[in-house]
């Protein structure tokens, strides 16, 4: 689980009603009437996005053509069908990336229609010849081919992916891809073919009934849009008077281990401050909260890492925080303890000489010496290997502003 995984979450990017007054239809008498369908359920792992395609026909099957925008079939003449689903479309099924759209169109049909003429393909005769010799003379070696593909009785044609296989055999293009208009083309054309088939081959039979709504208003379009299990509400920075406030919400969590604080002096160099415990799986709204105890100056970056359970993670937005200096300030100091160095950050704001000193509990001065400053971050080290044990302080001062911090030394 990530912040900005791509598990997708689907958005209805168009939506438009499914028409069928305009719906193309074969089959003359048989009307395209409609009684309720099934609800499209766009699923992911979690959440759901509904999306409602009034499909209804009087045809026994229906499903749903899946097309790649922008991607090209081979016929030329729209967008490739890449899948046919029933009514629920799981995207983990499809190699979706963010900001892909697909469209959805229906097409309702009878699957019993194409068995019957794959059937009287098989076991018909024309005057003693195999219906399958006969349909030869049109596409040659359409009956072996059909076998290669597994077809070998009308039962082996269970949906619409089975009717395209058939369509390229007849068409003698295996493997190419279509559109829908090309499809609706093709099953004109299938139809055709069957009826010129002399009786029993074919052309005592019904054509292959179908309906598609229109294709300018019988399709819904969506957009893939990166999918976020953990949902952050917020995330804010505060500087409180001898530190930063960092507070995050978040709406929903899946498989979140924790968060890794992470801070940097200019946005692009970033290291780890601190760490707190995620949720794991939630979809309560949870608040979280980091204290930032040795705050940069004047200006201090922010980013939360979320890191999941199994070691993957992603990164959230940047947050910046200024905080109003007068003077120059210590930013960090250590290690404390330590064996005998230290160093020393301190930020100012401007060009100037201080004075540090590093004094016993008794007010001694054990240490005395003095840095040139410039605008922005400077460093120093201490060497205390001549110290004995104990507790001592560093006192950095100049005319305005004198600071003091206690350090052990071991």
């Known amino acids: 689980m990530k912040i900005y995984r791509k598990l997708f979450f689907i958005t209805l990017f168009i939506c438009i009603s499914i028409q069928w007054a305009g719906a193309q239809s074969t089959c003359g008498a048989i009307p395209a009437e409609l009684p309720t369908a099934p609800t499209i359920i766009v699923q992911n792992i979690q959440p759901l996005a509904f999306a409602s395609l009034s499909t209804n026909s009087n045809l026994p099957d229906i499903e749903y053509a899946i097309q790649f ?17 029933g009514d629920v479309i799981n995207l983990n099924d499809f190699n979706f990336a963010n900001d892909d759209q697909f469209r959805v169109t229906p097409i309702a049909y009878d699957l019993g229609q194409v068995q019957s003429i794959i059937d009287q393909l098989y076991n018909g005769s024309f005057f003693g010849l195999a219906c399958c010799t006969v349909a030869g003379l049109a596409v040659p070696d359409v009956c072996p081919t059909l076998m290669q593909a597994g077809i070998n009785q009308g039962s ?38 069957a009826s010129s088939l002399p009786n029993p081959c074919g052309g005592n039979q019904l054509p292959v009934c179908y309906a598609v709504p229109s294709l300018e208003m019988g399709s819904q379009v969506y957009r893939v849009v990166e999918f976020l299990p953990i949902r952050l509400i917020s995330f804010e920075a505060y500087a409180e008077q001898n530190y930063n406030l960092l507070k995050w919400a978040t709406a ?16 692009q160099d970033f ?8 949720s794991g799986t939630t979809t309560v709204t949870t608040s979280y909260k980091f204290v930032d105890n040795q705050p940069l100056s004047p200006f201090s970056y922010y980013r939360l890492q979320q890191v999941d359970f199994d070691g993957k993670s992603s990164f959230s937005d940047i947050v910046v925080l200024r905080r109003e200096v007068e003077s120059f300030d210590i930013i960090s100091f250590g290690p404390n303890p330590n064996q005998g160095e230290m ?13 540090y000193f590093v004094i ?29 044990s104990g507790i001592y302080f560093i006192s950095i001062a100049n005319d305005e502003v004198n600071r003091h911090l206690k350090f052990l030394k071991r």
Not at 367 to 383: A, E, H, M, P, Y
Request: proline share 2%.
């Open 69 to 85: 925008i922008g991607m090209s079939a081979t016929d030329g003449l729209g967008d490739q069908i890449i899948a046919f689903t």
């Open 360 to 388: 016993n509990i008794n007010g001694n001065v054990l240490i005395q010496n003095s840095l040139n400053t410039v605008r922005g971050l400077n460093s120093f080290k201490l060497d205390l290997t001549e110290l004995p």
């Open 252 to 267: 929903t969590e899946e498989n979140n281990a924790y968060f890794s604080i992470q801070r940097s002096t200019d946005g």
């Open 343 to 355: 160093e020393v950050i301190i930020s100012d704001v401007q060009s100037r000489n201080i004075d």
């Open 156 to 193: 082996d044609i269970q949906n619409l992916s089975d009717i395209i296989t058939l369509i390229n055999i007849f068409n003698g293009q295996l493997g190419a891809t279509l559109s829908v208009p090309s499809f609706i083309n093709q099953i004109n054309s299938l139809n055709d073919n």
């Open 271 to 278: 290291a780890e401050i601190g760490r707190v415990a995620g």
